[in-house]
Every structure is written in structure tokens, then in C-alpha cells.
């Protein structure tokens, strides 16, 4: 069964880091493309960063500077580094693969997709 599992979403203060993760099972993350999106309350969903399967990187432009993906092949794991986060980083981070032989962020574009972790960031 193809499964993603994200982790590492919590309440942080203005300023603050996270590391989020997303660990892949039944499939092997390094052959898809992946992405991370999120959804604040209120809001449509939209794409954060994602990391191709020859591991070039996109970031939207409110995250350019602030946010790293990587991607570790031995653990099967893609993470979202996290860093001066603002109260609008606040929302339910999601990761998703797609297997479309291009890597760009648009959601209908991804296969699969983990449950979510919710990143807050407050004061």
C-alpha cells in the first residue's frame, strides 16, 4: 500500500524553526516528484516547494529565502526546513508525489498524499 506520512508540524513562536517530514512506504520517494502544500483555514490550498526526481528544487516566493526540501533516498524521507517563520506560515502542511513526468506545483497533478501536519505560529 503506497503511503505518506508527514511529521514535525507544532506551535512555534514568530522567529522560530520547524523541520517538517514525509515518509514514504510501498513506493520509493526519489522516483516521483514531491511536494509540499499547504492550507490555511479560510484559504485554498496552495504549493509551497517541491524536489524533482533529479532533485531540482522550487520554492513560491513567500518562502524563497526561509524554506529549504531536501530529500534523503536511504530514508525514503522528504523534509521541509523551516525557518523565520512568520504567523502566515500558519496552515496544514501536506506532502503529495506525483508521478507526471514534470515536476511543477499543481495539486490535481499529485497522486498521493499524506494526512497532514499543522504548522501554528503564534505568540
Known amino acids: 500500500q503506497l503511503q505518506l506520512v508527514e511529521s514535525g508540524g507544532d506551535l512555534v513562536q514568530p522567529g522560530g524553526s520547524l523541520r517538517l517530514s514525509c515518509a514514504a512506504s510501498?513506493?520509493?520517494?526519489?522516483?516521483?516528484?514531491i511536494g509540499w502544500f499547504r492550507q490555511a483555514p479560510g484559504k485554498e490550498r496552495e504549493g509551497v516547494s517541491r524536489i524533482s526526481r533529479q532533485g531540482g528544487t522550487y520554492y513560491t516566493d513567500s518562502v524563497k529565502g526561509r524554506f529549504t526540501i531536501s530529500r534523503d533516498n536511504a530514508k525514503n524521507t522528504v523534509y521541509l526546513q523551516m525557518n523565520s517563520l512568520k504567523p502566515e506560515d500558519t496552515a496544514v502542511y501536506y506532502c503529495?508525489?506525483?508521478?507526471?513526468?514534470?515536476?511543477?506545483?499543481?495539486?490535481?497533478?499529485?497522486?498521493?498524499w499524506g494526512p497532514g501536519t499543522q504548522v501554528t505560529v503564534s505568540s
Open positions: 510501498g513506493f520509493t520517494l526519489s522516483s516521483y516528484c
Open positions: 503529495a508525489a506525483s508521478a507526471r513526468s514534470m515536476c511543477i506545483m499543481m495539486a490535481p497533478l499529485y497522486n498521493y
